[in-house]
């Protein structure tokens, strides 16, 4: 059974940082691009940051890039989130989703690429 396991989400000040993680297991891990995405209340789930097959290649939204940085290591079946200089716009519920893929470049950039999801883990950011 496929599942992923997000942890690592709390309550942090504005300008701090905090680093997520998600657990994979049920799965070739290297055989699946991984992605990061976040849902306020009220609001849709969008897209905040990806990573190939392999973590050559990572993708960012416009709104995290230069202050998130996403990792894997394949050898722990691990995905990272190190979130920096957080705002209170950044809470929400943090997910991370698996893609199959053929290709070692593609990333997942829209949550209906994602084909197994975690439960996902809570940051909030305080003013």
């Known amino acids: 059974q496929v599942q992923l396991v997000e942890s690592g989400g709390g309550l942090v000040q504005a300008g701090g940082s905090l680093r997520v993680s998600c657990a994979a297991s049920?799965?070739?891990?290297?055989?699946?691009?991984m992605g990061w995405f976040r849902q306020a209340p009220g609001k849709e789930r969008v897209f905040v940051a990806a990573?190939?097959?392999?973590?050559?290649?990572?993708y960012y939204g416009d709104s995290v890039k230069g202050r998130f940085t996403i990792s894997r290591d394949n050898a722990k079946n691990m995905m990272y989130l190190q979130m920096n200089s957080l705002n209170p716009e950044d809470t929400a519920l943090y997910y991370c989703?698996?893609?199959?893929?053929?290709?070692?470049?593609?990333?997942?950039?829209?949550?209906?690429?994602?084909?197994?999801w975690g439960q996902g883990t809570q940051v909030t950011v305080s003013s």
């Open positions: 989703g698996a893609r199959r893929a053929f290709s070692l470049d593609y990333v997942p950039t829209a949550h209906d690429e994602c084909e197994h």
């Open positions: 990573i190939s097959r392999s973590g050559r290649r990572t």
């Open positions: 049920g799965l070739t891990f290297s055989s699946y691009a």
